[in-house]
């Protein structure tokens, strides 16, 4: 079947650590983005990327960082820089331009800190 | 500068119910995109409209509608007769493709109790 898969779904970070979050489509999607959701609000955009080797810094990008080396994947680096990790993360794909075409999410990771 | 205001942060209803869910926007551009996710418990958004700024026409997809009025800046989302299942929280987003690259953004969203 087609989708968005992320993994882990829980993970855990100790102080100064990085952790990197796995974000993979089998939808053939050109667009795929990073999402922070905290406890009671939106989503807001961390990272996108539109094409192979190409990403844009979104609205939060700082203490973060990605990649894009193939269609498929999008991982996403939570380094020690961020230092307000805790929160659900959320990965989506999209046909076509960026912001135009509906978004397909994934079912989550959930960052906690210990 | 681009907003998305869901002003109902709790709604509870008993099965049923119609109930709507509002959704009000600012944007500067004439051209963007409005969209309706719901997520349930499990945290996974689930799609369920994608309205362009130039076709106002309402929308009914089985026991959910949508109403865009441009004049007023609204796009809100009706349930009717409501079941448990419809309980959720629901995101309203506005998203313009321009060239300084695209912005989507999402409201706080509005949690749908509906109760037995």
């Known amino acids: 079947d087609g989708g968005i898969t992320q993994s882990p779904k829980y993970l855990f970070r100790k102080e100064g650590q990085n952790v990197t979050l796995s974000c993979e489509q089998n939808?053939?999607?050109?667009?795929m983005y990073w999402y922070r959701q905290d406890p009671g609000q939106g989503l807001r955009l961390i990272y996108y990327?539109?094409?192979?080797?190409?990403?844009q810094k979104g609205d939060i990008a700082e203490g973060y960082s990605v990649s894009r080396e193939k269609k498929e994947s999008f991982p996403l680096t939570v380094t020690s820089a961020q230092k307000n990790p805790t929160a659900f993360y959320l990965c989506?794909?999209?046909?076509?331009?960026?912001?135009?075409?509906?978004?397909?999410f994934g079912p989550g990771t959930r960052l906690l800190v210990l | 500068a681009q907003k998305v205001t869901q002003a109902q942060t709790e709604i509870s209803v008993v099965e049923k119910e119609d109930v709507t869910l509002d959704c009000v926007y600012e944007?500067?551009?004439?051209?963007?995109?409005l969209f309706w996710y719901k997520q349930p418990p499990s945290g996974e958004l689930v799609f369920l409209i994608r309205?362009?700024?130039?076709?106002?026409q309402n929308e009914i997809s089985g026991r959910y509608s949508w109403n865009f009025q441009k004049s007023t800046s609204s796009f809100n989302f009706t349930i009717t007769a409501s079941q448990v299942v419809d309980s959720a929280v629901y995101f309203c987003?506005?998203?313009?493709?321009?060239?300084?690259?695209?912005?989507?953004?999402f409201g706080a969203g509005t949690r749908l109790f509906v109760k037995a």
């Open positions: 989506a794909s999209s046909t076509g331009l960026a912001g135009v075409e509906t978004q397909y």
């Open positions: 939808l053939n999607h050109d667009a």
């Open positions: 990327s539109q094409i192979v080797n190409d990403f």
């Open positions: 944007t500067r551009d004439t051209t963007y995109y």
């Open positions: 309205r362009n700024s130039f076709d106002e």
């Open positions: 987003a506005l998203s313009e493709a321009g060239t300084g690259g695209f912005k989507t953004i």
